[in-house]
């Protein structure tokens, strides 16, 4: 049972520190996407638009420069708002870029199990890489749409450009469908989907590019 264990937690290992270094050729969310093939092209930081990574930053993990791969006081402030919450189906979560990343990588959607084991691959995950190479790594795996993974995929789909080439604005309407892709549509926004589009371009103004280029 013990060896049954560790096999995965050694393969996992073995894979963030070849990832380290390594562009990644897929994830466990692409093997398990109901749409195939799935579109996804890998793109190097210095391929990417800036306002790329500022975006997903200002939108999920603003605390990202700062926190070790868990954002306890992201997850104290979600559980009391998921408490107050506990009679509606209103929830909100307190995962990290990192979290995601590894949940994106490495294991499957939903459930209380996945987010035990996430939490200790984050953890190895903002040990062993830069912030930087995080971010590389999200963005070129994050899904923005049935089987659009990653942020060129996505530039070209949406907006038919390169990630290269993305502007502040669409890189803003990219990350307002994080985390939830399934849900919004970049071609198709809800009202609140664009208010919050805006709110990550406000954002994006306030934080500014060295936020996430000075890491």
């Given at each position: 049972v013990l060896m049954l264990l560790l096999s995965p937690a050694?393969?996992?290992?073995?894979?963030?520190?070849?990832?380290?270094?390594?562009p990644?050729?897929?994830?466990s969310f692409m093997l398990q996407s109901s749409v195939k093939p799935v579109a996804h092209q890998w793109v190097p930081m210095e391929k990417i638009a800036p306002w790329a990574a500022l975006a997903v930053v200002a939108a999920e993990d603003q605390r990202f420069p700062q926190h070790w791969g868990l954002d306890t006081q992201a997850m104290w402030s979600a559980a009391k708002r998921n408490w107050r919450n506990r009679h509606t189906n209103h929830r909100v979560g307190g995962s990290t870029i990192t979290q995601q990343l590894a949940k994106n990588l490495f294991l499957w959607p939903g459930g209380y199990i996945r987010k035990i084991i996430e939490a200790p691959i984050a953890l190895l995950i903002d040990?062993?890489?830069?912030?930087?190479?995080?971010?590389?790594v999200y963005l070129n795996v994050v899904e923005f749409g049935p089987g659009i993974?990653?942020?060129e995929a996505a530039a070209q789909r949406y907006f038919w450009v390169s990630a290269s080439q993305l502007s502040r604005w669409q890189a803003a309407q990219l990350a307002a469908i994080l985390p939830n892709p399934s849900m919004r549509h970049v071609w198709r926004p809800t009202d609140s989907q664009t208010q919050r589009a805006r709110w990550i371009e406000q954002q994006m103004q306030q934080l500014g590019l060295a936020y996430t280029r000075d890491m």
């Open positions: 050694v393969l996992i290992t073995l894979l963030i520190l070849i990832f380290a270094v390594v990644v050729p897929t994830s040990l062993l890489w830069s912030k930087q190479r995080i971010l590389e993974y990653g942020i």
